[in-house]
Structure formats: C-alpha cells, structure tokens
C-alpha cells in the first residue's frame, strides 16, 4: 500500500508504474517541496528513489527523502502530516490508525505497492515441508521444534523475529505467545536489521 498527504492530492493521480504511482501535473499546479518516507528494507528504499527521482526529473519537485520504519511512519503520517508520501506502507497492523487518518481527511490511499498485492507471514522452507509434511501445520512445527535449532542454545528451537522499528516485531511476538510457542521449546530470536533478516535468510 501507498500512502499520502491529501495536499498532493490534485498533483499527484494515482496509477500503478514500475512499483509505486505515477504522477501528472496539471496546467496550474506546481509541485513544491514533497517529502518521502524512505523506509529501512529493500523494496521501499527502492520505490523511494524511483519515486523521488520520477517527482524531480519529470515534474520538477524539490524531495527530499526522509528515513523512517513502519510505526514511527505511520503515525508521524497521521498525526502530523510527514512525510508526504510513503511508497510501501504494510497496513495490517495499522488499518485502524490509517483508516481513522483517511476518514479525517488526513491520509490517502494511493494504490497498491505491488501489482499483485503482498503476503505478510512466517514462513517454513518449502524443502523443509517436502521432507516432513506435518511442518504445514503449526501443531506439526511444534511437535519438531528439533528441526529449527536455535543458533546459540542446542537445547532451544528457534523462532526468527522481526527488527526493532517494523510492526512485525510487535506482531511476531502477540503471535509467539498466542501460539505457546515457548512451551513447545521455542525462543523467539531478535535478527537486529533487516541485513541480518535477509542474511539469516540466506544461509538457510
């Protein structure tokens, strides 16, 4: 999901390109200062430069991107306005918030990031599940926590989390807890960035 300021509402229309919108300038309207969250994984950072450089290049904005992660984002959106736009925004966890913005006329939805849509999930290899079905279910993955060892502690199954700042961290661990994980054996472990999601991801 892309979001932004309903300031740029009658400079920007909203229409998928390359993976966040495109924009038009009409005859009267000039683009001004915009401000872009440039949030701390891959695929946003991406569609922040595309966008900003889309923004400068062809309709003569002054942009300037503005770091930021999903939660501190979300609400500085909607309370405060800033940044003016937030190229890929997950919402499940903030539906609430933004929606209450949109209705305020304090945000806007400006279509999907990804063509397809996205899943948001916790995730077995598909080898893993080849070779023992059961994993599909999550009373099978607690019944096997020997086959997620813990990276530090033999004795303990581990359970990758999110990094601090994105609204998974808060979500893994409600989701953790509900699922009683720990007395299946599991520790939910704390990958610190998202370079250390992605590499963990790697080396599996």
Same mark, same amino acid.
């Given at each position: 999901?892309?979001?932004?300021?309903?300031?740029?509402?009658?400079?920007?229309?909203? $229409? *998928?390109?390359?993976?966040?919108?495109?924009?038009?300038?009409? !005859?009267? @309207?000039?683009? /001004?200062?915009?401000? #872009? %969250?440039?949030?701390?994984?891959?695929?946003?950072?991406?569609?922040?430069?595309?966008?900003?450089?889309?923004?400068?290049?062809?309709?003569?904005?002054?942009? $300037? *991107?503005?770091?930021?992660?999903?939660?501190?984002?979300?609400? !500085?959106? @909607?309370?405060? /306005?800033?940044?003016? #736009? %937030?190229?890929?925004?997950?919402?499940?966890?903030?539906?609430?918030?933004?929606?209450?913005?949109?209705?305020?006329?304090?945000?806007?939805?400006?279509?999907?990031?990804?063509?397809?849509?996205?899943?948001?999930?916790?995730?077995?290899?598909?080898?893993?599940?080849?070779?023992?079905?059961?994993?599909?279910?999550?009373?099978?993955?607690?019944?096997?926590?020997?086959?997620?060892?813990?990276?530090?502690?033999?004795?303990?199954?581990?359970?990758?989390?999110?990094?601090?700042?994105?609204?998974?961290?808060?979500?893994?661990?409600?989701?953790?807890?509900?699922?009683?994980?720990?007395?299946?054996?599991?520790?939910?472990?704390?990958?610190?960035?998202?370079?250390?999601?992605?590499?963990?991801?790697?080396?599996?």
């Amino acid at each position: 999901m892309a979001l932004l300021k309903p300031s740029l509402r009658s400079f920007i229309l909203c $229409s *998928l390109i390359v993976y966040s919108y495109s924009v038009a300038a009409s !005859s009267d @309207t000039t683009c /001004g200062d915009v401000t #872009i %969250a440039d949030m701390n994984w891959n695929s946003a950072t991406l569609m922040a430069h595309v966008d900003q450089f889309i923004l400068e290049h062809g309709y003569g904005c002054d942009t $300037s *991107l503005v770091p930021g992660d999903t939660m501190p984002t979300g609400v !500085s959106m @909607t309370e405060k /306005g800033q940044p003016d #736009i %937030a190229p890929e925004f997950w919402t499940n966890s903030h539906k609430v918030m933004l929606d209450k913005g949109v209705q305020e006329g304090r945000l806007r939805y400006a279509g999907n990031a990804f063509s397809q849509g996205g899943n948001e999930g916790f995730w077995v290899p598909k080898y893993m599940v080849d070779a023992h079905p059961e994993l599909a279910t999550i009373d099978g993955i607690k019944a096997h926590p020997e086959l997620f060892p813990h990276p530090e502690d033999p004795d303990k199954a581990a359970f990758m989390g999110c990094p601090a700042g994105w609204t998974c961290q808060i979500s893994a661990k409600h989701i953790f807890d509900a699922l009683e994980l720990e007395d299946a054996g599991f520790e939910i472990i704390d990958p610190g960035s998202a370079a250390g999601l992605a590499g963990t991801i790697a080396r599996a």
